[in-house]
């Protein structure tokens, strides 16, 4: 089915769905409110939710994936409708004459911008089971940190001050399950202070990276693990064995390609990869960095991307010395990390550029430890190579075998002398690489490592 199609398709039904909330509401109020009943109907469970065996919807497929029955069905929409039909709410905003004031057991509560009603925990419950104390008691689950609804990041009631009671939560839906159901197609989340994470991609391709032998086939494990992960965990049944999820640590000295080999694997296996600096994230959003990576974690689990958890070092610095109250924030924050890490069901990669001696309890929450090393003089030389452009030449007098044999560069200052040259080049109006430029190019990146030419 092509973009447009799924789209009606998803449109269509969920008309369909819309009417059958908007009776469930105005059902449930009159019955509450004694309204003379439009039918002789008893109780909201009567009201059929339409049929979805035939449509071939989004909405339709997870209706049918979680088997949900009438009030998971209904708390979904009523999520999903302040999205799609906010004035639908409206019923809502009824005032109870005899007190002036709205209704209590309506639940819901008025946003900052939007105009409509967002409902609650309340609403949910309202609506399914009225002034009923079991069957409300029964529909809690609804939002049980096991029910499916929270444990596959679909829904969840925001968190009340301390002190109200958990149903006066806004209910919210995730926006990717928004997407999905709505548009069919997601929506890619942007950097901002709440989704500290961005999305990074390369020009690159499997065959330009220049990896030690040992690192590239670490690389073709992972790969080998994310496209045959389903297979191996359902259809071979060690998801009984296997933690879920694959955690993989890639150190090495700057510049050497593990921030490029991380958006390599992205593009091959056809997944997004979301590069989070966590240094920024554990000092910066201090205090609010669970709740920042909470959403980071929870995003990526439904969208199926790859986490790249960049300036890891944060993690393997002494976790014991604390000398005042931010470390022990930072201490607790990078506890939380850890075990959010280990408990992720989808791919992780931690990058650092820490060497010596990482500590041993750690190395083994990582399925692989991935070193990338300097490279050495054959695979300088591929770099060196591979990296000028074909538009321009190289004076007579140089030789790039020398280049590699000589100067011990990582890729990446590698690539910053071919900049610096090939614009020194320009500058002088020729298409002629010189040797002096490239040699002051060089004494550059040398410098910036602290040694000399
Ligand atoms: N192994 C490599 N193969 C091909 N190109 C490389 C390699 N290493 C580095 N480069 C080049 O250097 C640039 C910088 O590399 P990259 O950012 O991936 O390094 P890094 O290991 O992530 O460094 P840092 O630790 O500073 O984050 C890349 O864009 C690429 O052009
Ligand atoms: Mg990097």
Redesign the pocket.
Known sequence: MDKSNRRAANAATLQQELRWLSDVIQTRLDMQLRHERRSPIEDVFEIAPPELDSEDSMYASFVAHYEMGFGERLTALLALAPHVQPQLLDLFFQTNERLNRGYTEWGGVQGKMHGGFLPTGETALFLIAGEDLDSRFEHQRLFDADHFFARHNILKLEPAPSGEPILSGRLVMADEIIDFLTTGEFRKPDYSRDFPAKLIS?E?EWD????APTTLEQIQELEAWIRHERVLMEDWGLARRLRPGYRCL?Y??????????ASVIGKRVGRDVYRIALSAVVSKYIGETEKNLERIFGRAENMNCILFF??ADALFGKRTSISDAHDRYANQEVSYLLQRIEDFPGVVIL?S?YTTNIDEAFMRRFQAVVH?PM?DPA?RKR?WT??FSKQSVLDSTLRLDDLAQKYEL???A??NVVRYASLMALDADTNVIRSADLVGGIRRELQKDGKTL
């Not at 330009?208 to 990896?211: E, F, G, Q, S, T």
């Not at 090495?252 to 080999?261: D, H, I, M």
């Open positions: 390369t690159m330009d990276l220049v990896l890639f090495g000295p700057p510049g050497t390609g593990k921030t490029t080999t960049d300036e990058a550029n990338f490279p695979e770099l591979a990296s990582s890729g990446g590698i690539i």
